[in-house]
């Protein structure tokens, strides 16, 4: 053992990592400051998501298919059964004849229909068939089989979130397996239009402006002109927009001083008079 290495004691060598929460020695923490140190019980979830980031996948994934799965997708690929010749209309008289000769007797107090009567308009039920447009919705919305309103537009609310269900599941059932091509592709459904792809030609760059000792002709040639352009002269006269206004003014200026030169001219000249020279 090295002379300058230094002993640990038994609670350093034990306990590595120091306690988060530092030892007060006058003051505790109040119960509602303990609340934020402690930690969070572990769950379910913390457990499996922490067994799963310390495993390696080739641990737990499986290359070959389940049995259900298999079975889920040869499932998929049998047709619906659907009975070719669909059965007679029902006859609620049937069961009761049934039960009439087999002993099967039920006590029929508290009903309002009495039996001769249920014997006379037995129940039919018709066989099934195509509904088209004659769905269950349009049904509600057009009898009157609910008095309440607000009955009626709930039951219609179930029907289209039923509707829109088996919808959801006809297409996970079509998804198990696709309609391929010969190549192997999944086709597109009947109703698909396939557009072309919109092409955008890149705007060619404009043409060079050309040079300022040169000209374009009509005929789209440039040439060189022989004499220059004339030099504007950057004169009061076709630089300010009221030339003309400013012209009247300066010319009835002009008029006013010499009406005042006119009338100074005509006065007579005032003579001294002697005690004013003797002055």
């Not at 120091?18 to 969070?40: C, K, M, N, W, Y």
């Not at 980031?53 to 619906?80: C, H, M, N």
């Not at 008095?147 to 039923?162: F, P, T």
């Not at 705007?203 to 040079?211: C, G, K, L, V």
Request: glycine letters at 2%; proline letters at 11%.
């Amino acid at each position: 053992m090295d002379g300058n290495e230094v002993k640990l004691s038994i609670e350093e060598r034990e306990r590595l990592m120091a306690d988060e929460v530092p030892h007060h020695l006058g003051f505790t923490p109040r119960p509602i400051q303990r609340l934020s140190t402690q930690a969070r019980p572990q769950s379910m979830v913390d457990i499996e998501c922490r067994h799963f980031l310390r495993t390696q996948s080739k641990d737990f994934t499986r290359e070959i298919p389940t049995l259900e799965y298999i079975l889920w997708v040869e499932a998929g690929k049998s047709p619906a059964p659907v009975p070719a010749r669909p059965d007679t209309s029902y006859n609620s008289n049937i069961w009761r004849n049934f039960r009439r000769q087999y002993g099967l007797n039920f006590s029929a107090e508290g009903r309002k229909i009495s039996e001769v009567i249920a014997t006379m308009y037995p129940l039919n039920i018709p066989a099934p068939s195509q509904l088209a447009g004659n769905s269950y919705e349009k049904y509600l919305k057009e009898s009157k089989l609910f008095q309440d309103s607000n009955k009626k537009s709930l039951a219609i609310e179930r029907i289209r979130k039923e509707i829109k269900h088996f919808k959801e599941l006809k297409v996970k059932s079509d998804a198990r397996n696709p309609p391929l091509s010969e190549r192997g592709d999944i086709l597109p459904p009947e109703n698909f239009k396939q557009y072309a792809h919109r092409f955008i030609p890149v705007p060619s760059p404009p043409p060079p402006p050309p040079p300022l000792d040169q000209k374009t002709d009509l005929f789209g040639r440039r040439y060189t002109p022989r004499s220059q352009p004339l030099l504007w002269k950057l004169t009061y006269r076709l630089n300010h927009p009221e030339y003309q206004k400013l012209r009247e003014e300066i010319r009835k200026q002009k008029e006013a001083m010499e009406m005042r030169r006119k009338v100074f001219h005509k006065t007579p000249d005032l003579k001294l008079s002697p005690i004013q020279e003797s002055k």
